[in-house]
């Protein structure tokens, strides 16, 4: 343990972590994470579209003290960084979502917790992180009630409901084997049911529709966060129907074969809820300091990191996630002094223009 | 072959298919099949160009019964895939076409059969499946009545007119060598003639024009289907000739050396028979149930599958290839649901961007 | 021999010459024949700019009889592809540029002699070819009167002046090493003189303007051929001072490390010349029937071929350059039908469109 | 020495000297100076960037006389290449800096000396070359103040104030390795201290704003070059508070992981400063001639060299940097004439275009 510590404390880019988690896991366990729908496209998308921008940089503005905390459904962050809900933390830690939730609470971000978690609420909870639960909207509307009201009883401060899957995704061959392999890892579903669901049966309800979130929005009086939100017409109607914030995500490149990159969407998204006070957040192949400062430009007020995570944990349980973490946090103290912005609010648009753009006179719509 | 159906039923890409039948067929036929003309550059940039677009997912969509099926010249189908033409269906199972024909009634599709088909049509019509006769149209025209009147005779419903082969092909090296391989694989010719075709003598009438397709259209009152259509000029012709439907087709990349994709002439063949009641499908490079979704919302009614087709029968004969359509059918059916379309008809231009496209606002044109 | 023959009478591509070729030459000669300047960016940058162009096939046209010849300054070839000017071809064969001159009549096209030919004059002109004479314009005029009475003396009919070499190329590491390893091989300079040229001296007149072309211009009344123009800018200049031809060339990538690819600079040379008799060819990369098929597309009236001429040669002399002649025009041909031109005037603008160009409807202005 | 001289004399590009360094260095030194911040992204930006222009070559213009020579702040250089300023050239060559100098002095152009220098100024400008110095600007400003005097006692001729380093960069993992690898080799802090700062301390102003620049100004009647700024807005700043040059640059790819290429950025500062006296040089990647002819044409006065120094040093000393610096002077002499440009202020916009521009008669909008 101390030798590992030893290690990721020196770790020096997010790869380290991944290539330490990698050897750790079991073969199932590293396919099921690091995979994606079909033929994996979706997650090359979300990193190659990531690079096709790059910062402009500032100079002599003051950026002695570099302050990296946001607010997020008026909570204040340490960072602009969520830990976004990922299914089965024990496959890569021993305690599971109770170490996630305590590097959370060490390094001031929320843990939104998966509704395929892998630890009771109960116990995740005592970690003393602030949380949100994330729901997968299941075909019966009593249980859905339940989670809810579980999640409030628990503290949690907002519902990340999960709409990017209402049908079972593209499987892909290398992910079906992987699946298989996982064995009886299972998710330990929040709430004591009759028969516990096993990992393969499918619990969407595929009918819900924008009247059934009213449903919801009358049910709690919690924040309601819609996770995989794509496109401008669907940004719109989320602000109508009173959504506090959006995540712009296509899952991490895990349900669809080939999706669109999720910063590609993130402007339109970004552009639709102008002027209300639906937040947006981001997630998919968020890697580096610079990767979160783009989507600041672009107008995210935060990003998820999925992955990250787990490859944190993988390789040093909630140390490894906190040093992690810590890493992030200092690429983006050093991003952010390069573009010569003291806070998150000074990332604006012309922070960034597209690779390849030629034209500084015309970066605020270049790259648009 | 207990063995084999264990095997193929549990593959979740094309690509496993297309691995087992590389594995089965003689090196003559896998090349014959698989390469195209010249560089086999048509190849490339078929499956590149499809790359090229991404989905646009929306949510809370009742996405709880969604039906694939379509109409294709006023029959349904259970899906919006047809099975192309293609030559010599023995190379990939000994019973040939009328495996094909059987998977084809199985899966509530059609058969486009080819000219140079390995069984004779009274055997394949056996099989009871919608069937289309392709037609390649030789210098012969009392010959030409004559396949025109059997296909008639064996309840063909349309007749599909390859067009895109008025020359041949311009030969790559490792083609020619296939060619020679094949031995004495031979398309049986549908008619009886005094002398048979060899595979090698080229019957094709480079005379034509769309006069003697105004014969053609007096000829018969079979709907015609244009194979080998790539450019608005010529689907603008087509239409005032009276063609029921067109084929968005470069032979499979076997015709030219370097021939567009068919998904970027998509738009223009689209665009220009708008209006009138010529149907559109399109073919080459279709492996997904993304790459349908993305022909649909460009325009075309349904798309045609050429190579995948002598997968499906090699690896399994008529059972590997209902399984390779099944495969297809259920990726399409979770990518409708995603992109929340629960019938074909909804999947509209709204559905698709350019992959790297920034501006939903603008998406209605951005790719175009 | 005869075994060769059997050989390269099956090649389906030029690719397999050069291969043929590359065997056969010594690593001096390959590397000296094969390379560009610097890094060799110019050769890949003529190949891959090619393709960004692809053929926009038209369907049910009479294309029974496609005629593949043209007239270049009066004159009919059998095919638009005319043999580019190249020093030394003894290093690929051994009866040097005699060889090539006997292929150029058997086929119908024009050979245009190197001013660093390895054979004489003479010894050339005695194949009974249609010959041009390629000059470089070196500092002593009267030298260059007798070059041009010489070349009219020997039934030359037309001069062509390469003005792309008027300083010494940027030369790359490997390239120096193989003009190196050249040996004695050594340009037999075509005018006796009292000291022979080696192979390193430079002879290029870099004080050459507009003005000294007017002299030219006086001196003889064979139509003069300006080989290396790449800008609209000097393609107006030539016109305007009474220029005949011009060859679209960056020297097969030999004279700058970076230069644009001629594809590229064609349009904007067809377009400044435009209404004036000047005449516009081009070369660099041209490899198959649908290269040249492109460039005819966009305006030139033929293209010239460079290394193709030492594949044909090194791989089977007279004989080899006359089968990968053949085996161009048949692609040409082939191609010529998909698009259903009948004749080379028929390839027209609407012919060809950008790889990826979704937009027909915009085609005859899209990729400009 | 003998023997080395001979090898390096005979090179003919960049890279070789880049090779033979690498084989000379530790792998530390090797990895420290030619490694970026993060995953080196910023490296590989300003390579390929400079590959998206390509030069518009010109004939028929009198080249016979090239004049490489340009003007810096009033002063001739004999080619419009600075020796730029990076660390401890001891890690390259026992002489260090000194041996920079005499290079520099021999070839007639600037060498500005790194604050991380590791010979005393006194030691370096003993060679007599012109020399400029540059400058990081620590929280001590009394330093500051006797570093500006000891610059103007030395005989520099401009202060060069480095800005892009205001917060330490994102360090990539193997470059954490080479760091700790480096040993004692250290910068020889270039005034006598209390204490010597070590090469692990961070010493940079990063509470500077314009306001300390007007400080300076005020200070000195030296020339300040900024080094480091990539936008319009900071150019127009900088302008304004009379900085008499910029140097266009993204310290080759070391402060920020994925930095806009600097020739991306060129343009913009260009056009914002122009019609100023502000001159413009940019580093970042240039190796060849044909490099510093784009950065030319796109408006720069001159290019800075990073590494290239450290090879030609590491290759063969002051001698192998003189080799190197007549080799790409020579291939800016080949460039020029190939350009038509027989003095670099010819070298204008219509020199370069985008890579696949196709369109000439746009070129001097095209790519901007
Ligand atoms: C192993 C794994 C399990 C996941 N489980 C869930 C889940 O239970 N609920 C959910 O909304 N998203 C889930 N996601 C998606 C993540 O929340 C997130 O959208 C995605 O991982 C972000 O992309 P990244 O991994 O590239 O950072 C999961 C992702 C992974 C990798
Ligand atoms: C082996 C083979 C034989 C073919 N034979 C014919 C044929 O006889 N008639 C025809 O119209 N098209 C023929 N085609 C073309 C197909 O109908 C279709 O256009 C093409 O294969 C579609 O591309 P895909 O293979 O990428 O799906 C053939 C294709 C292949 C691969
Ligand atoms: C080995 C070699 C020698 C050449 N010698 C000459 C020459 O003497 N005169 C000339 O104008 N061009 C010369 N060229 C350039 C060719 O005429 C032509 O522009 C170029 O090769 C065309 O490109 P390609 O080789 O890609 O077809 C030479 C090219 C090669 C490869
Ligand atoms: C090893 C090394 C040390 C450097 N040290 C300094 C420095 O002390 N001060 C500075 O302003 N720039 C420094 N630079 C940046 C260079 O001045 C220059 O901006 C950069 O190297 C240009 O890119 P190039 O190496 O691709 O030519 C250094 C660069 C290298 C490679």
Not at 19 to 43: E, H, K, N, Q, V
Not at 44 to 68: G, K, Y
Request: glycine residues 10%; aromatic residues 4%.
């Amino acid at each position: 343990m101390t030798e590992q510590l030893a290690e990721y404390q020196d770790f020096h880019a997010l790869d380290e972590f991944a290539a330490a988690a990698d050897s750790r896991w079991t073969p199932a366990a590293r396919d099921f994470i690091g995979l994606g729908a079909g033929r994996g496209l979706g997650i090359l998308a979300n990193e190659s579209a990531l690079q096709s921008w790059a910062l402009r940089t500032r100079v002599l503005r003051d950026v002695s003290s570099i302050d990296t905390s946001t607010h997020v459904l008026g909570a204040q962050l340490a960072m602009p960084v969520l830990l976004g809900p990922s299914a089965l933390h024990v496959l890569s830690t021993a305690e599971g979502e109770a170490a996630t939730a305590r590097a959370a609470a060490r390094t001031g971000t929320v843990l939104v917790l998966s509704a395929s978690t892998s630890r009771s609420i109960e116990d995740v909870a005592a970690a003393g992180a602030r949380m949100w639960f994330q729901l997968y909207w299941g075909r019966d509307r009593e249980r859905v009630t339940q989670l809810i009201r579980m999640a409030e009883e628990h503290g949690c401060t907002a519902l990340c409901v999960t709409v990017d899957m209402s049908v079972p995704g593209v499987l892909g061959s290398r992910m079906a084997v992987a699946l298989r392999g996982l064995g009886d890892a299972r998710p330990l579903y929040v709430l004591p049911r009759d028969t516990q669901l096993d990992s393969g049966e499918w619990d969407h309800d595929s009918r819900l529709t924008w009247r059934d979130l009213e449903w919801m929005r009358a049910t709690t009086t919690l924040p309601i966060v819609l996770k995989g939100i794509m496109t401008a017409e669907d940004a719109r109607l989320a602000a109508e129907h009173g959504v506090d914030a959006l995540v712009v995500s296509n899952h991490g490149g895990r349900a669809l074969d080939t999706p669109r990159a999720t910063i590609d969407a993130l402007p339109e998204v970004v552009d639709a809820v102008a002027g209300t006070s639906t937040e947006v957040y981001v997630d998919g192949g968020f890697r580096t300091g610079t990767d979160i400062a783009v989507a600041l430009a672009l107008g995210a007020r935060a990003v998820l990191i999925g992955r990250p995570v787990l490859w944190g944990l993988a390789t040093g349980g909630e140390g490894g996630l906190v040093a992690l973490l810590s890493l992030l946090r200092g690429q983006l103290t050093s991003v952010m002094g390069m573009v010569g912005a003291a806070s998150v609010a000074e990332i604006d648009r012309a922070r960034v223009c597209r690779t390849g753009a030629g034209d500084g006179s015309r970066h605020d719509s270049a790259g648009m």
